[in-house]
């Protein structure tokens, strides 16, 4: 079972969106939709979103 939630989805203009796998939608960082991105900085912060969701998850079992 993979720990991530969230993933990259390139759209048809080229951009890079940010979504969460569970539920299709685009990811929110201070409220704001994580969409229209470069590749680059959709991998970072889709890498930072997985990192801090399994710290979370790791916090929350002890």
Known sequence: ???NRYGLRQENDGTWTVFDIFTGVPARVNDVEQIGLDSEQ????VDLLNLLYIRRRSSSVH
């Open 1 to 3: 079972m993979s720990e």
């Open 42 to 45: 959709a991998d970072d912060l």
